[in-house]
Structures are given as C-alpha cells and as structure tokens.
C-alpha cells in the first residue's frame, strides 16, 4: 500500500516538474517573441513592458495554484526522496 502511495507521489510530482518546464519555456518563448516584435515596431516599448507584466502575473497565478496543490495533496519536492 505505501509502495503505491509513494508512486503516485512520485508521479504526481514528475507531472508537476513538467508542468513547471513547460509554463517556462512558453513565458521565455513570449519573452522571445515580444522583443522581436517591440524591435520590428509592431508595438511600442511601452506596450511591450505591459505585456511582459502580464505574463508575469500570469506565471505567478500559476506558482499560487501549484502551492495551493501542494498543500491540498501534501506534495513538494522536498517531501519525496527521488
């Protein structure tokens, strides 16, 4: 039964270390792409350091909702010894 419950775990938490890749990558792909763009004037300066906040937030919405899961399923890294 533990052996099952610590795989779970494990896999809960491998699927959150993807999650967490995947939701960088994106923002460094925006990142990226908004500064091409700010540079090929399709926005001004401004606009582009707006949207770059934006995706800010966002990511730190995300970092909120995977504490929340965290503390609802008792899982964090340094609670499962890979």
Excluded: P
């Excluded at 610590?6 to 699927?15: G, K, Q």
């Excluded at 995947?22 to 925006?30: A, I, P, V």
Aim: aromatic residues 10%; charged residues 30%.
């Amino acid at each position: 039964m533990f052996l099952i419950i610590s795989e779970i775990y494990l896999f809960l938490f491998r699927t959150h270390v993807n999650i967490e890749n995947e939701r960088n990558n994106y923002r460094n792909q925006l990142k990226d792409q908004n500064v091409l763009d700010v540079n090929n004037k399709e926005y001004n300066y401004q606009t582009g350091v707006h949207y770059m906040d934006i995706i800010s937030e966002c990511e730190k919405l995300g970092d909120y909702v995977v504490n929340v899961v965290e503390a609802r399923t008792d899982i964090k890294e340094k609670k499962i010894d890979l």
